[in-house]
């Protein structure tokens, strides 16, 4: 593997041509190739990353359908192992492989070595209560090394994991373990979040209950346990072992095709869908994305080595993300907490303060947590030495212009005039990217720079024609490994083709509104079954967000387009202003301004609308969906999961709202 400081993907191209006699004019020209031959492409990533199988496979790609590809047959791998191939080598570095802290200031670093010891440990006391691959364990855990440690254990047996976070609603962490049936329930007893200590031993006894399949619970015990929670040995317990066994542990050999871990979706409606990804898909598709994120060693100094945090819970698709750093070998920083500080004491610095302390050279976040930021006013100099950041990861939502110029001003003042933002978009549904970054191309205040390599996306218009620089469909018209291997329990995949292949057979719409500019770049507008369209003009929501979230005095926003039938379209505009504003008629003035200024009169709100809060999910997404359905009538109890939501204490008012507006009481 080359060593030089080069960006990752041009060592790649570096690589292509020496191995394979392959040159490309441009990135274009690179992505061109990458989604027109998966074959060469595909191999050429599970060749530079050294992938090791014990068993040959006939080709990369055996059948090129969707769904239905069948990927790299015959050959064997694991997650795990990949990750765990790196302790030598790291620890020769001095580099950790976790660091970590929490909201009572506890600070833990774990290096390589003791990561390989208690995936070890964890994974025999797993096999000795009679986990076996393709045995289900359900987490429920916060971001903590813990979290790591059981998953990669998991994924060394051949188990399948899947995890909640602890801030989600009893019912929907119900709501999914109990479709896929677990043998092992792995809990945490205390949670502290946002200045709050959260007792959930409640709430644990609640899921044994829920779930007869359970053999054992291995609960991650405090000092202020009063019952004993496991069933089985304590978190403490099964990660204690040393000796002849665990030092001859050694993770297992699985088909490519093996499920790695049950991811869910939002279940905003109905049950959330259970999604299967694969040991081998997902290895694959965090190699590719890789190549754009760029994380290596190399970028930064030998002793500390590159440091990425990306803020999640484990109830995002972020924090699968967040530990495919490992895959590289590089360390991985995690804050269990709020990034907010409490209730009574806001502080969008948390996080800032968290990254100075320990040098981080990778910053993530959700859009929503820069744009917080900003509207607080937050001197980014006052937070610490932030020096080392050298690059921005943002996702979730799409990131306005003003705010990315806003963090780009701030780190300028800090003496890093050239930070990088790398904005992506992608999803659960297949962990991993459609539209993301590259560190050679130009930036774009509110775009992604490109198309992800051997991700053929592309905007299609209403005839299903692909277009440039117009506003269509976001679909992917080849296959990728990442993609789901299906949805547990959907026996006859009906609800895996009705997902992404209800409008489209053969080709995956996501469901976003997407722009690809002639130069490559990409603009999200929103989810396209909540686009504006006003008049035969269409307008992604992002956009009118980005207009009216411009406003000092203006915190969030919600826009919902109604259109009745057989009654006239309805825009409504939801906001909600700093405590100190009423929505009065300068404000009002001031909204419609910015609308009128910055997009186009046609998208002037029918009536402006003072919220308590705006709906979002607990990844932080706006709930236009479920808003707009609501507003068309359609039953509160059908479209709304309380849930899965991070401020369900408004819904009611939105009930009455929608309620008043569609049956005039």
């Not at 492409?41 to 090791?52: A, T």
């Amino acid at each position: 593997m080359p060593t030089s400081p080069l960006p990752q993907i041009r060592r790649y191209q570096d690589w292509l041509k020496l191995r394979h006699g392959l040159t490309f004019e441009n990135y274009e020209a690179l992505w061109r190739w990458s989604i027109t031959d998966l074959e060469a492409f595909w191999r050429s990533i599970w060749e530079y990353e050294d992938i090791e199988s014990p068993t040959p496979f006939e080709c990369a790609l055996g059948v090129d359908r969707m769904p239905g590809a069948v990927w790299f047959k015959g050959a064997k791998v694991n997650y795990a192992r990949q990750v765990l191939r790196h302790v030598d080598a790291a620890e020769a570095r001095g580099s950790p492989a976790i660091v970590s802290e929490n909201e009572l200031g506890e600070i833990r670093e774990m290096g390589w070595r003791e990561l390989k010891r208690q995936v070890a440990s964890f994974a025999l006391a797993l096999r000795e209560l009679g986990v076996e691959p393709g045995d289900r364990v359900a987490a429920y855990l916060t971001n903590c090394p813990e979290a790591v440690v059981a998953f990669l254990a998991c994924s060394s047996l051949g188990a399948v994991w899947s995890v909640c976070a602890p801030d989600m609603g009893t019912q929907a962490v119900t709501d999914r373990f109990v479709q896929i049936k677990p043998k092992v329930l792995i809990a945490v007893e205390h949670v502290v979040y946002a200045g709050k200590r959260l007792d959930r031993r409640e709430v644990i006894a609640q899921l044994q209950n829920a779930l007869p399949s359970l053999r054992a619970t291995i609960a991650l015990e405090s000092a202020q346990a009063a019952q004993k929670i496991s069933t089985g040995p304590t978190f403490g317990e099964a990660t204690s072992r040393e000796g002849a066994a665990v030092a001859a542990f050694e993770p297992e050999w699985l088909p490519f095709d093996h499920p790695l871990w049950v991811v869910y979706s939002s279940g905003t409606t109905g049950l959330p869908k259970p999604i299967v990804q694969g040991q081998g898909g997902v290895l694959l598709t965090a190699m590719a994305s890789g190549k754009h994120g760029d994380l290596g060693a190399s970028y930064s100094d030998s002793h500390l080595g590159e440091r990425y945090h990306w803020y999640s819970s484990t109830g995002w698709i972020m924090w699968n993300a967040q530990i495919g750093g490992l895959l590289g070998g590089t360390t991985i920083c995690i804050y269990d907490g709020s990034p907010s500080g409490s209730k009574d004491n806001p502080d969008w610095s948390v996080l800032w303060r968290f990254a100075a302390r320990h040098r981080v050279s990778f910053f993530g976040a959700g859009a929503a947590f820069y744009a917080n930021c900003k509207k607080a006013g937050l001197e980014l100099s006052a937070c610490g030495d932030l020096s080392r950041i050298r690059a921005l990861g943002t996702t979730g939502s799409p990131l306005a212009e003003d705010v990315q110029r806003w963090g780009s001003d701030q780190f300028a003042l800090i003496g890093t005039p050239d930070i990088w933002w790398y904005n992506i978009s992608g999803g659960t549904d297949l962990c991993g990217t459609f539209c993301t970054g590259n560190r050679e191309l130009p930036q774009i205040p509110g775009q992604m720079q490109c198309r992800q390599l051997g991700s053929a996306v592309e905007a299609w218009n209403e005839a299903g024609q692909s277009v440039i620089d117009e506003v269509g469909e976001l679909v992917c018209t080849r296959p990728i490994p990442g993609m789901p291997l299906y949805f547990w329990g959907d026996h006859d995949n009906q609800r895996y083709l009705s997902s992404y292949f209800d409008l489209y057979p053969g080709v995956w719409r996501h469901g976003d509104w997407i722009k690809i500019t002639p130069d490559g770049g990409c603009i999200i507008y929103g989810r396209s079954d909540a686009t504006v369209n006003r008049f035969g003009l269409r307008m992604g929501t992002s956009e009118i967000y980005s207009a009216v979230e411009s406003l000092p005095e203006v915190m969030d926003s919600l826009v919902l387009d109604l259109e009745y039938l057989g009654r006239p379209s309805r825009l409504l505009l939801f906001v909600s202003l700093r405590e100190e504003r009423p929505l009065d008629e300068d404000v009002k003035g001031r909204i419609h301004q910015a609308i009128r200024s910055r997009l186009s009169p046609r998208f002037l709100p029918d009536e402006i609308i003072l919220a308590p809060a705006i709906p979002r999910t607990l990844s932080g997404k706006k709930q236009e969906v479920p808003m707009k359905k609501l507003f068309l009538g359609h039953p509160a109890e059908k479209v709304i999961n309380r849930e899965t939501m991070a401020n369900s204490h408004c819904v009611d008012w939105y009930i009455e709202q929608a309620r008043a507006r569609v049956h005039g009481e």
